[in-house]
């Protein structure tokens, strides 16, 4: 059977679990917070069962261990960092799936696990995860590109969404900028915007999407962009389209 470290970290894993979605959080978010949620749990379930069925060398299992733990927490890392991009209700689920994925690769990095399985079947679900943050972030970033593309001038919705350059040292090589929609409509909307970072001769430089999808008449949601290329540039609202 699993051994008490083992199901420490099944429990870490089992923290994540599908949720009630916040109004105004979009589909397409929606169904990124629970396959992570999905993913985990099954890989936790998976881990108990190879575990009571398996043995091998104590050394082997726990080198596996280790590697897989930092491998896990890296990822949980990375989706994080990704997970300020998204609007701000899809945030909250994804560094809740991330925390706890870090729990479960603390836990299994203490522990002494009796199959290679199980550090491998965490290592998997942590790759997964990581991906799909990412693939979600990108979907994001090219669905309000396209939005734009057919947008004249600075478009519908520029009194409703501002842009606020973030201090250098929050994000050491970025530049980040916070983006901020207050939908002042009496029906629910979705935006595009574009952000265009700047030189200190107001010259464009590079430009970033962010897409926030179906925000409730009168609510405020915030997202990030982020700018690698340009970490001492300033950013400012090029677009932004109400749809």
Do not use: W
């Amino acid at each position: 059977m699993a051994s008490s470290d083992e199901r420490s970290v099944m429990r870490g894993a089992q923290q994540v679990r599908p949720s009630r979605v916040p109004s105004g959080q979009s589909p397409v978010v929606r169904s990124v917070s629970v396959s992570a949620a999905v993913v985990l749990v099954s890989a936790a379930i998976a881990a108990g069962t190879v575990a009571c069925t398996s043995a091998e060398r104590p050394g082997r299992a726990q080198a596996a261990a280790s590697s897989a733990a930092a491998y896990a927490s890296r990822a949980a890392a990375s989706a994080a960092a990704l997970a300020s991009e998204l609007p701000s209700p899809g945030q909250t689920k994804v560094f809740a799936d991330a925390s706890a994925l870090q729990s479960a690769a603390a836990s299994l990095a203490t522990s002494h696990p009796s199959s290679v399985a199980v550090a491998s079947s965490l290592k998997a679900r942590a790759s997964e995860f990581d991906a799909s943050v990412s693939a979600e972030v990108e979907k994001g970033r090219a669905s309000a590109q396209d939005r734009l593309k057919s947008v004249s001038g600075a478009g519908n919705a520029v009194g409703e969404v501002s842009v606020k350059g973030l201090p250098n040292s929050t994000s050491p090589g970025k530049r980040m900028a916070l983006v901020t929609v207050k939908n002042r409509t009496g029906r629910t909307a979705s935006y595009a915007v574009q952000i265009d970072f700047t030189d200190s001769s107001g010259k464009s430089v590079d430009t970033r999407f962010v897409s926030v999808p179906d925000v409730a008449p009168g609510k405020t949601i915030t997202a990030l962009a982020a700018s690698t290329s340009a970490p001492d540039s300033a950013p400012k609202l090029a677009k932004a389209e109400r749809y």
